[in-house]
């Protein structure tokens, strides 16, 4: 199958050449070892770390918009963005090898995130009164409703990008998605420009731009895989078969959902526990500094762990494969 990697079954054949030759000492056959493994790693990791910084961007110049409003619109996007969204992320993140059965995965899961989407709706439509109910501030949790109806849209492009995402990562293909979000990126900052500072939509409006954002991008990405060769062998169309076996599919996601979940949650405590403070305005606004920052560096680690995922699930493949 092509992949956006240079010949990546001929790297690895060289990397298994140089493990296994005995006219190296051992010690030379890891140096030189580590050294295939690692340029591998990275021609597939830079890539795929774009895209996460990238998306990661988006959000964050979302946030910097709203807080160009006011310390409350930024109190409220902090508060939205990862006292309610992050709950989203956590419980979407898992989703999306047998070539055509890929293009099966990317619609079964989609399915099952889209449902899943439903009653995260709903959560956000009552996020006002949740937010109330768990102590948080009359004016901020009313501010961040307004950010949060913004971004319902976006939770159904999260059910669409995951397995996506995935679908392209398990075949070696990271660079479109990362010129995608390049461009998006761009996109995004004229718009988020245009609708806060010409408009004066405000928060909804900032939160709008960003579900469009990545409602633009899961098309683009989707356009890609049916109209690229590379994907010809795993994406042969819709099929009813995405429809079957969905409860053997969920089962086998909860394990991983729960796991991402109890990881997100973590940084959605925070921010609630910082909504209760004596100033609630400036404790979510530094934390949301704070945040924003760490989780820019975070996505670089996370997106060497979806390399280093690939690179593994690539080797299963090829080990099955020779069989």
Known sequence: MDGDVDDPHGSRGHLESILTD?????ARRLQLATIVEMKLLVHLAAP?????????????????FSGQLGNLELAAASLGNRGIQ?????LM?????????????LQRSTILLMATGVPLA???????????LLGQSSEIAKAASVFVYGLIPQIFAYAANFPI???LQAQSIVAPSAYISTTMLVVHL???WLVVYKLGLGLLGASSVLSLTWWIMVIAQFVYIVTSQKC????TGFSWQAFSGLSEFLKLSTASAVMLCLETWYFQILVLIAGLLDNPQLALDALSVCMTISGFVFMISVGFNAAARLESNSRVAIAYGSK
């Open 232 to 235: 010809r062998f795993t994406w």
């Open 22 to 26: 005995p006219s190296f000492p051992w």
């Open 122 to 132: 709903v959560i956000y439509i009552f996020s006002r009164p949740i937010l109330l």
């Open 190 to 192: 004229l718009l988020s």
């Open 93 to 105: 993140a898992y989703g999306a090898h047998k070539y055509a059965m890929l293009g099966i995965y």
């Open 165 to 167: 995402q995935k679908f």
């Open 86 to 90: 992050v709950f989203a992320y956590g």
């Open 48 to 64: 795929t770390v774009i895209v996460y910084m990238l998306n990661y961007v988006m959000s964050m110049s979302t946030q910097i």
